[in-house]
């Protein structure tokens, strides 16, 4: 699942984001959501998220629970 839909993401999901300094290669970060910062229902880059660590970047992907 894409992280497009702010709906889709919660607090306490396993997520894949790209960092402000990876924007331009699309290396992913993969973390825990710790708080979500966008405040639209979606966004076409990607919802921004802090992860439990303190990173901030866009949703690129959602893990599910069989994942």
């Known amino acids: 699942m894409n992280g497009k839909y702010r709906k889709d ?3 306490g999901i396993q ?8 924007q331009r290669t699309g290396k992913r970060t993969t973390g ?3 708080d979500i910062l966008t405040n639209s229902a979606s ?3 990607g ?3 802090r992860l ?3 990173q901030v970047g866009r949703v690129q992907h959602i893990y599910s629970q069989g994942e």
């Open 32 to 34: 825990i959501v710790k």
């Open 47 to 49: 919802i921004k998220v």
């Open 15 to 22: 997520v894949d984001v790209v960092l402000k300094q990876d």
């Open 52 to 54: 439990q660590d303190g």
């Open 43 to 45: 966004h076409p880059h």
């Open 9 to 11: 993401i919660q607090a």
